[in-house]
């Protein structure tokens, strides 16, 4: 596991210098870009879940799969969990989740968040308007892990 974080951040880096990114000012949270503003997003929780779960990332050959989400103002998710790290960022709206025994929990535009891991949970628009999420599946290519497993009811 610790060869393959090596070699993920090793390819960013790569990647980073093949673009002509200049250093990182981690101070102030800013890229010394000339025309633009680089600002990191603050994950709640970036070594555990959001139910204080430990994770680690899938072995094999990687994938990285982004997916747009929009839940509608009433409706929700099926009952359903995650087998892999799903890192979770609310575009716009407000976003709500059930974890059933554990509770639940309000994300609003702009937080980000790793979703619980074979934990049972729906998730639902909260207020007025459609809820959007970039959802970031963390995956290996096989076997598929992305699409989420069904469940009865939440955890």
């Known amino acids: 596991m610790m060869q393959n974080l090596v070699r993920l951040a090793l390819l960013v880096v790569s990647g980073l210098v093949a673009s002509g990114v200049s250093a990182i000012d981690h101070q102030s949270g800013t890229e010394p870009y000339q025309t633009i503003s680089a600002v990191p997003i603050p994950i709640q929780g970036t070594s555990k879940t959001v139910l204080g779960q430990a994770y680690s990332f899938?072995?094999?050959?990687?994938?990285?799969?982004?997916?747009?989400?929009?839940?509608?103002?009433g409706m929700k998710t099926g009952p359903h969990k995650h087998a892999i790290p799903l890192l979770a960022y609310v575009l716009s709206g407000e976003l709500g989740v059930d974890y059933g025994s554990r509770g639940k929990k309000s994300f609003s535009a702009g937080e980000a968040y790793v979703e619980a891991i074979d934990w049972c949970h729906v998730g639902y628009a909260e207020g007025d308007e459609a809820v959007q999420i970039l959802a970031i599946y963390l995956a290996q290519r096989e076997p598929d892990q992305i699409k989420p497993e069904p469940c009865d009811t939440t955890d």
């Open 58 to 73: 899938p072995a094999g050959t990687p994938l990285i799969k982004p997916f747009k989400i929009t839940i509608e103002p």
